[in-house]
């Protein structure tokens, strides 16, 4: 045999070939280093039976050596791809038959400088089952065409994999077995199992012989075991697969009578599967264009030119269009504009713990208003500085800097004059609370006089453009700076102790402006705000003036009551207080001081092995509303112990009711009362209601 030779088991009559070492059997040379590479069909393996082997035996066989590996390495190849299966010298292991899991295999004969013998002598075969990767495919089985080099009793295993995030759809097309006898099906069959594992669960009834052939079979995973067992030259198996992408993405046309389209990532507003991949296509009628606009919350992993985890965005109908952009981390785009009738959105994670995701609109109604998440900007009327059309309603929502207000200065302003705007064309402007459905008393204009700078409390604010068809006369409509301001209000507090203020206190304030604390003690403490002077209007909205959480998103409210005689201490369930306060204009504002007082009612820092964790039952806050966060290691004992190889896993009982509606642990987000369990970022699983 060639020392060096690549080798192609295909077709038919081509499926086996016996090699031998050079100079066999008469004796090999020194310094042999031979390499033969088998190649067969995807869906096949290699097997090779060595039917002599006799070599200068050692330990190890570091001496005269044939090695088998999986994978493909001749002595020229740069950078092989191999992994070892075993090395073989010893006359006793003549006979000896070894397996390849791909239809890739190499034999590498290497000796050394000292004694030698006769060689080897092997029979290489191409075996049914092996490894099936892509979109799809078709496995098939043929049992009954005689003279097939086959084993008078065969099984033979594949293992389909297709892309990570997706699952598999498997169809049983055929199941031929002439023999009628009643314990046929004890050797012949076809068997699935949901995975590659030898334990994997069964796919649908597992084994399938003589029964009605099956509605297509779905895998909850990206892996499928196919076995097929058959015994003598009768039978005919055959069956397809084929990849299936996440219940997400799909086209949509948008018509005058559908003109709104809701998407998402996969399970938002909790974080999507992993590898998740959803593709969206929208059309609407030619001549029109396409709005999209990311609202509530926006989550992707932050990553450099956002490879790791992203939505793209495409000038078109396909994944060749004109790219407007890729987006990731925490800030979502401002609204995006198609320029012509069709538009391409594109989600994929690459990461096994994905962010929370998105939600967007897609719209082809006029483009009238926009999301704008900027630092500063332009809006102006449609049209302008044309005349503005009639009958319109046009929104702008803009979103400044975070803890940041926005000054509103107008360059131009013509609208028609009226007592009474509301009863004319007008422009109305209202605050909107952070994270919260509440908005301020809003502002409305008319006329030509242009309104002074308005300067907001908060970050947000919401704009909207009213035009009747009764207006007489040409009006240009508006034009209008927006700038996130630095004068903040709130921030991040950590420590033991501390004091907040609001901007500018004591001196009153010139205008409105919401603030927001997060504060955070050591674990086993809870926050005790004291308040020294809080300056509001009793006569306004309680919610509005002050609020106080026990969480940071706005889920556990402590309950407050806002009056002449205000409380002057508010306590939270756990290490956390979140403290909203609206400090109004002519007002000094709030100041007060916070601190940790020992022991808190729930929640801490915990290294244990196991132990129990209990709602809160110490005086001192209030039981209606608390939220409990519980840190939890492994001692020191064990961390040490842990490799990449072997980690830590953790595992949560609950007993007893969590409120007071029946509930599924899939249907938690919403509710009041509720278990979670996350690790340092994402949500791993939640509990709810009476369950057991």
């Keep these: 045999s060639p020392c060096n030779e690549e080798i192609a088991l295909m077709g038919a009559d081509n499926n086996t070939v016996v090699i031998q070492s050079p100079g066999y059997p008469t004796g090999y040379n020194h310094s042999l280093n031979c390499n033969w590479v088998f190649n067969s069909p995807p869906g096949t393996h290699i097997a090779v039976e060595f039917l002599d082997i006799n070599l200068e035996e050692s330990e190890n066989c570091e001496a005269d050596s044939v090695a088998v590996y999986s994978g493909r390495q001749l002595a020229r190849d740069p950078a092989p791809s191999t992994s070892l299966i075993g090395k073989y010298c010893l006359t006793n292991e003549s006979r000896t038959t070894v397996e390849s899991i791909t239809n890739t295999m190499t034999l590498k004969f290497t000796t050394d400088n000292f004694a030698n013998r006769t060689g080897f002598k092997a029979e290489v075969k191409r075996e049914c089952g092996g490894q099936l990767s892509g979109s799809g495919g078709i496995i098939e089985f043929n049992d009954t065409e005689p003279g097939l080099p086959w084993k008078w009793a065969r099984q033979c295993d594949w293992n389909v994999t297709v892309g990570r995030g997706k699952t598999i759809e498997v169809t049983i097309l055929e199941i031929d077995l002439p023999d009628k006898n009643d314990r046929v099906c004890e050797t012949h069959y076809i068997f699935l199992r949901n995975g590659h594992e030898r334990d994997a669960p069964f796919l649908g009834d597992g084994k399938y012989c003589r029964q009605e052939l099956p509605d297509p079979l779905m895998t909850t995973g990206n892996k499928l075991n196919v076995k097929i067992s058959a015994y003598g030259n009768r039978g005919r198996y055959k069956l397809s697969y084929r990849e299936v992408g996440m219940d997400c993405g799909g086209t949509y ?61 495409r000038d078109g109908g396909t994944d060749v269009s004109r790219t407007i952009g890729s987006y990731c981390g925490s800030k979502a785009p401002s609204t995006i504009v198609s320029t012509g009738n069709m538009l391409y959105v594109h989600y994929y994670t690459e990461s096994d713990t994905p962010a929370d995701g998105f939600k967007a609109m897609v719209t082809n109604e006029e483009v009238c208003g926009a999301i704008l998440r900027e630092r500063t900007g332009v809006i102006t009327s449609p049209n302008y500085p044309g005349t503005y059309p009639k009958g319109k309603e046009c929104f702008w929502w803009i979103i400044g800097a975070p803890y940041h207000s926005l000054r509103l200065q107008f360059t131009d302003f013509s609208f028609p004059g009226w007592r009474d705007c509301n009863d004319t064309d007008h422009l109305r402007i209202m605050e909107k609370l952070p994270n919260n459905e509440t908005t301020g008393e809003p502002q409305i204009f008319c006329g030509r006089d242009e309104p002074t700078v308005i300067q907001t409390s908060t970050n947000e604010v919401l704009i909207a453009l009213h035009t009747n068809g009764k207006t007489l006369g040409n009006y240009r409509g508006f034009r209008m700076n927006f700038t996130s301001t630095h004068d903040t209000c709130g921030g991040e507090l950590n420590g033991e102790s501390g004091l907040l203020y609001s901007s500018g206190y004591p001196s009153p304030r010139i205008y409105s402006m919401y603030c927001k604390w997060t504060i955070t003690v050591p674990h086993g403490n809870q926050v005790k705000i004291t308040i020294n002077d809080m300056d509001v209007n009793l006569e306004g909205p309680i919610s509005y003036n002050a609020r106080f959480y026990n969480d940071f998103r706005f889920r556990s409210k402590i309950p407050y009551t806002l009056e002449a005689n205000y409380e002057r201490v508010v306590m939270s369930s756990s290490n956390k207080m979140m403290v909203i306060f609206n400090a109004e204009r002519g007002r000094r504002g709030l100041s007060a001081k916070f601190e940790a007082v020992p022991p808190a009612p729930c929640g801490d820092a915990i290294e244990a092995v196991n132990g129990t964790l209990t709602i809160p039952s110490l005086p001192g806050y209030s039981s209606r509303s608390f939220h409990c966060e519980w840190a939890l290691t492994p001692p020191e004992s064990m961390r040490q112990t842990i490799t990449d190889e072997a980690g830590v896993t953790l595992a949560v009982s609950v007993s007893g009711p969590i409120g007071n509606r029946t509930a599924s642990t899939k249907h938690c987000l919403r509710r009041r009362s509720q278990i979670q369990v996350m690790d340092s970022k994402n949500l791993i699983g939640s509990a709810c209601g009476n369950i057991t």
């Design 253 to 313: 046309e948008l018509t005058n009578g559908l003109t709104t389209q809701e998407i998402s990532t996969p399970r938002y507003k909790n974080p999507p599967p992993p590898y998740s991949e959803c593709t969206w296509k929208f059309l609407a009628p030619a001549g029109q264009r396409l709005s999209l606009h990311f609202v509530d919350r926006f989550d992707l992993t932050d990553s450099e030119d956002c490879q790791k985890e992203y939505v793209s965005v």
